[in-house]
């Protein structure tokens, strides 16, 4: 099927909402996606997009129409300049380091920089984010940093494992963001979910799944530069 047919299949598929019939959030992933891919997504009905690298970020902005600007990778302190200001969702807040830096830039611009903390779910070494035990004090500490608004929680499952363990990660995640929601009118989201288990992700509480594949087929090699 085309882009176009993806989206809207998709977006049909989640029109009902998650396990709670909470709206859900459909955020393209266009890691080494072309503007023209990414145009295409849109014009058929995304309205959020979600990219990972800073240059990618970067050097597509102009040359993409319209879409909530999200950022979702690792990023580091010194490529925080080139996304203050422009981005919508910066969902991969995983260190108290970045906290740190991202206040400093977003208080000297005067914007105020919503952020998802990370969350390193499945405690992997290959993976960023504070662990489940640590996100409460962080998602504290954070809350109290200027220039910054915390929206919720961003999670990754691991791909090992059985839908049985992966649920019940997606429900320790899922507690989590009801704890602070109760606390915190801020809070909005639970982005948990990409292309192999959004079904899983959103029948047990998220409320925003990240897809790439699902939508535009398997990525481009080299990646759009």
């Not at 891919?37 to 800073?54: R, S």
């Not at 611009?109 to 499945?122: K, M, P, R, S, Y």
């Amino acid at each position: 099927m085309s882009i176009a047919q993806n989206v809207k299949s998709y977006l049909q598929a989640i029109a009902g909402g998650n396990c709670f019939g909470e709206p859900v959030t459909l955020v393209a992933a266009t890691k080494t996606r072309t503007p023209e891919e990414i145009n295409e997504a849109i014009a058929a009905g995304i309205t959020d997009i979600g990219e990972n690298k800073v240059q990618e970020f970067r050097d597509k902005f102009d040359l993409i129409k319209g879409g909530n600007r999200h950022f979702i990778g690792h990023l580091q302190t010194n490529k925080i300049k080139y996304l203050v200001g422009k981005t919508y969702l910066l969902q991969s807040l995983d260190r108290d380091e970045l906290a740190e830096e991202l206040s400093k830039r977003c208080v000297r611009a005067n914007v105020t920089q919503d952020v998802l903390i990370e969350v390193n779910i499945g405690c992997e070494e290959s993976k960023s984010g504070y662990p489940l035990e640590a996100a409460w004090a962080a998602y504290e500490r954070i809350r109290r940093t200027n220039g910054l608004r915390v929206r919720g929680f961003m999670a990754m499952l691991p791909l090992a494992g059985d839908d049985a363990a992966k649920a019940t990660l997606v429900d320790e995640m899922r507690a989590l963001f009801d704890r602070a929601r109760r606390e915190d009118e801020n809070i909005r989201f639970l982005s948990m979910g990409m292309s192999g288990d959004w079904e899983l992700c959103l029948g047990h509480g998220a409320n925003m799944i990240r897809l790439g594949t699902a939508l535009f087929g398997e990525r481009h090699a080299p990646a759009f530069a």
